[in-house]
């Protein structure tokens, strides 16, 4: 940008007298300094109550811009708190995600969560003896009383656990029992048919967790890999009585743990 520049003729100088005449001249100074040379001679060189009319750097703009409104403020105070408690409620959310994560895996811990009584989880190793740990494994097995101890035991087989940092998902299929010897590994010891599948998953997105259960395929295992018509018979009666709202009842119970 062009600086603008103003002149302005210079009185004569009293020294010139005599002395060879009148000095006449043109003095060229730009606006600023002449303005700045105005207001130090106007206030005894202070301007803003600086010394020498001169505010510290970075100080221009603060000192010429208009005070900020009240609703300004407001408005700017707002966008920080909503910041601040966006990032608070995600912290919060990453460390409730983790806590459900932990009874999540927990197997044995299942029956706790669906609250009906009778109702057991219970996590086995590939060769069917009940084992601790902290997260099951590709492998495992899960045995189940959905019925309580009258309806007998029920077997899943741990088809796959995908553990990421955001979301763990848990794929279940009824399989054969494998605490039995020798196992009979052509008969689903399950209600269900062989083909169903059942997927868990609890995921984080921001502040939000969530947890939900996927269903496949459930029919009654009444066919041949039942281990027999008294077998299939029982599995139609047993599909019947199954409360379909079991599994929901586990994702209720996770999400609302305390």
């Known amino acids: 940008m062009a600086r603008r520049v103003a002149c302005r003729l210079r009185a004569p100088s009293r020294r010139g007298e005599g002395e060879g005449g009148t000095d006449h001249g043109l003095t060229c100074e730009s606006t600023a300094r002449s303005r700045?040379?105005?207001?130090?001679?106007?206030?005894?060189?202070?301007?803003?109550g600086h010394p020498g009319g001169r505010r510290p750097p970075?100080?221009?703009?603060?000192?010429?811009?208009p005070a900020p409104t009240p609703r300004a403020k407001w408005a700017t105070h707002r966008l920080a708190a909503d910041a601040l408690g966006?990032?608070?409620f995600e912290r919060l959310a990453a460390v409730e995600a983790a806590r459900l994560r932990e009874a999540f895996l927990d197997v044995d811990g299942w029956?706790?969560?669906?609250?009906?009584?009778?109702?057991?989880?219970?996590?086995?190793?590939?060769?069917?003896?009940?084992?601790?740990?902290?997260?099951?494994?590709p492998g495992d097995f899960v045995r189940t009383r959905p019925f309580g101890k009258t309806g007998g035991d029920h077997w899943t087989l741990v088809e796959s656990v995908a553990d990421g940092p955001d979301q763990v998902e848990l794929v279940l299929r009824p399989s054969h029992d494998p605490s039995a010897f020798p196992p009979a590994r052509a008969v689903t010891c399950h209600y269900l048919d062989p083909g169903a599948k059942l997927t868990f998953a609890l995921a984080r997105d921001g502040a939000r967790v969530s947890a939900r259960v996927h269903r496949i395929g459930e029919r009654p295992n009444d066919g041949e890999g039942?281990?027999?018509?008294?077998?299939a018979a029982r599995n139609a009666r047993l599909f019947e009585r199954a409360d379909r709202g079991l599994w929901d009842a586990l994702v209720d119970g996770l999400l609302e743990l305390e």
């Open 226 to 231: 039942a281990g027999g018509t008294e077998a």
């Open 86 to 88: 966006a990032r608070l």
């Open 111 to 137: 029956g706790d969560l669906v609250g009906a009584p009778g109702v057991e989880f219970e996590l086995h190793d590939l060769e069917g003896d009940p084992v601790i740990r902290a997260a099951p494994e």
């Open 36 to 48: 700045r040379a105005a207001v130090d001679r106007a206030g005894g060189g202070r301007r803003d």
């Open 58 to 65: 970075g100080r221009d703009r603060a000192a010429t811009d």
